[in-house]
Structures are given as C-alpha cells and as structure tokens.
C-alpha cells in the first residue's frame, strides 16, 4: 500500500495568518493518463469529511479560494491564504492511484489561537 | 444534489455482525460507485470496500477481505455494509461515500463492540 504522511499532526493559527500542510507519498502518484491522484478534504468536527481539492491542485466547486493545492510526485501542500475561525477541523489527504487500495494521511488538526 | 443517509447507530457484541445501510438520492443510483470508510477513535481514516451500484462488481480492501460484504438494492437505492466477527477495534463511525473524488458522503453510522 502506499503511504501517506502528513505533518505537522496539528497546528495553530491566529486568524488572518496563513498556514500550510504537508503531505507525503511512499510512490509518486502521478499515474499514466496524466493526472495525479492525490486529494484533500476536511473533517469539520461531528462532520463527514469534505472535499477540497481533487487531482492534487484542482478546489472543488463551492471551496474557498484561499484553500489552493500544490505539488506533484510524491511532495504536496495545502495552503491556506488567510485562516477563519470556519477552517477549524483535522485534514486530510488520499491517494486513489493505486485501486483498489486508496489510502489516507492521518490527519492534520488545525485549531484557531 | 447528491444525499446519501445512513442508517442509526448499533451496539453490538464480540463475535456479531452489523449490517449499516446507506440511502441515496439526488441522481440515477445505478450510476454510482459507493465507497465504504471507518474512522476509528484517533485513527486515521481507513477505505474499506467499495461497490459498483450499476453492475454490483465489489472490491475489498485486503484488511478486511472474509469479513466485510457490500451490496445493494437498486430497487430501494440502498447500498449496504455488512462486517461480520465484530471485535472492540471495529468501534468506529463508518461513512459511505460516492462522486467522483469521492465528494458526497453519509453522515457516518457509529457501531459500538463492547462486550
């Protein structure tokens, strides 16, 4: 399977900062039609998990635009331009290249100071 | 709009089966492909299974193969997860989950193992 770690396992940010997520691949999740299969959601709390971005850079329909994707390989990051008191919940990305084992990070908690 | 909706929380003994279902609505229910996940305390979140509403071809995730079995009812649009020989690590929230990148989920159905 391949492995997903995030860091750091929590953060906490005064409203108004940025803040930035690491998340690492054991293999390259570029797959061999071009896209690569990596993802981002937030799990607010008592909540599903929600999808932020899809396909490493790509924020899904209704997302905030100071949430943006980057990276490629096996080096991604989720940056957030200006943390709200709304961003409040744990992150987490997934790979789906690899199927059928899709597997997660193990979440990074971001808490408002 | 897509809305799947979870059936309520179980508790259950060592050694029994859950079977949780899931309900959708909003578009054609043959067209989907519905993911199971759990999400055990302080865990990470973890893929179990998923099934092809349209045809019923399932997959497994090797963690869980023997025990967990998804189907469906597309009469009922109902897609189901059951997890047989229950142990107290299987307490968790499992979640269904459907689209694409995996954009509409359930509201997690808790099972509780406890002797």
């Known amino acids: 399977d391949i492995v997903m770690t995030q860091t750091p396992l929590s953060l906490s940010v005064t409203p108004g900062q940025p803040a930035s997520i690491s998340c690492k691949s054991s293999?390259?999740?570029?797959?061999?039609?071009?896209?690569?299969?990596l993802f981002w959601y937030l799990q607010k709390p008592g909540q599903p998990p929600q999808l932020l971005i899809y396909?490493?850079?790509n924020r899904f329909s209704g997302v905030p635009d100071r949430f943006s994707g980057s990276g490629s390989g096996t080096d991604f990051t989720l940056k957030i331009s200006r943390v709200e008191a709304e961003d409040v919940g744990v992150y987490y990305c997934m790979q789906s290249l690899q199927l059928p084992s899709i597997t997660f990070g193990q979440g990074t908690r971001l808490e408002i100071k | 709009q897509v809305q799947l909706v979870q059936s309520g929380a179980e508790v259950k003994k060592p050694g029994a089966s859950v079977k949780v279902s899931c309900k959708a609505s909003g578009d054609t229910f043959i067209s989907y492909t519905i993911y199971w996940v759990r999400q055990a305390p302080g865990q990470r979140l973890e893929w179990m299974a998923w099934?092809?509403?349209?045809?019923?071809?399932?997959t497994y995730s090797q963690r869980f193969q023997g025990r967990v079995t998804v189907t469906r009812d597309t009469s009922a649009s109902t897609a189901y997860m059951e997890l047989s020989s229950l142990r107290s690590e299987d307490t968790a929230v499992y979640y269904c989950?459907?689209?694409?990148?995996?954009?509409?989920w359930g509201q997690g159905t808790l099972v509780y193992v406890s002797s």
């Open positions: 396909e490493a850079s």
């Open positions: 989950a459907t689209g694409a990148w995996g954009q509409h």
């Open positions: 293999q390259s999740l570029l797959h061999t039609d071009g896209k690569t299969y």
């Open positions: 099934i092809n509403a349209g045809n019923g071809i399932t």
